[in-house]
T-cell receptor, first 115, second 110 residues
């Protein structure tokens, strides 16, 4: 079974530029998450989708971050304009549903460096 | 702000010894708790889940939960160099929304 796919793996941009990350979850997984992990910290949830609807985006900085999950499968996370503090690994994860199992399957992550 | 607190470490453990990791959480309504392992440069992977007070054992890992004290722990018995990683405590706030701690780095020394 294929895992969660993410691209690009690495991205370096200047501040105020824009960037987009793509995620393809495990087939059949209804729930998709985007987490931000800053070096030395635990992952922080940015947005959670159930199928193509948003369940939680309370910690998404909406003035610069946006995310969509068209057709309830792939998802894209965009940052525009980027700030220095956005340097982090952006982890996409998926799970079968909004269940209590807590078993999230993570992709390899997209490492963003903002100069 | 709901929080999950862990000692950052590093926790240095001799090979073959027991590693003991602790985690406290602030949300009294949380019902499910998890330990994820994250190797350097890799993504987190689930190693243990626990839902009821008491102990849960899986191989060399034992998770302990005390909801009254809002405390979760992880014991790693017979620690091996391959256990060297950061261990993330996670609390399910609602509908699969996990709140992660900052993680405890474990270093197993030969």
């Amino acid at each position: 079974e294929a895992g969660v796919a993410q691209s690009p793996r690495y991205k370096i941009i200047e501040k105020r530029q824009s960037v987009a990350f793509w995620c393809n979850p495990i087939s059949g997984h209804a729930t998709l998450y985007w987490y931000q992990q800053i070096l030395g910290q635990g992952p922080k949830l940015l947005i959670q989708f159930q199928n193509n609807g948003v369940v939680d985006d309370s910690q998404l900085p909406k003035d610069r971050f946006s995310a969509e999950r068209l057709k309830g499968v792939d998802s894209t996370l965009k940052i525009q304009p980027a700030k220095l503090e956005d340097s982090a690994v952006y982890l996409c994860a998926s799970s079968l549903g909004g269940s209590e199992t807590g078993e999230l399957f993570f992709g390899e992550g997209s490492r963003l460096t903002v100069l | 702000q709901k929080e999950v607190e862990q000692n950052s470490g590093p926790l240095s453990v001799p090979e073959g010894a027991i590693a003991s990791l602790n985690c406290t959480y602030s949300d009294r309504g949380s019902q499910s708790f998890f330990w994820y392992r994250q190797y350097s440069g890799k993504s987190p992977e689930l190693i243990m889940s626990i839902y009821s007070n008491g102990d849960k054992e899986d191989g060399r890992f034992t998770a302990q939960l005390n909801k009254a004290s809002q405390y979760v722990s992880l014991l790693i018995r017979d620690s091996q160099p391959s256990d060297s990683a950061t261990y993330l405590c996670a609390v399910n706030l609602s509908w699969g929304k996990l709140q992660f701690g900052a993680g405890t780095q474990v270093v197993v020394t030969p």
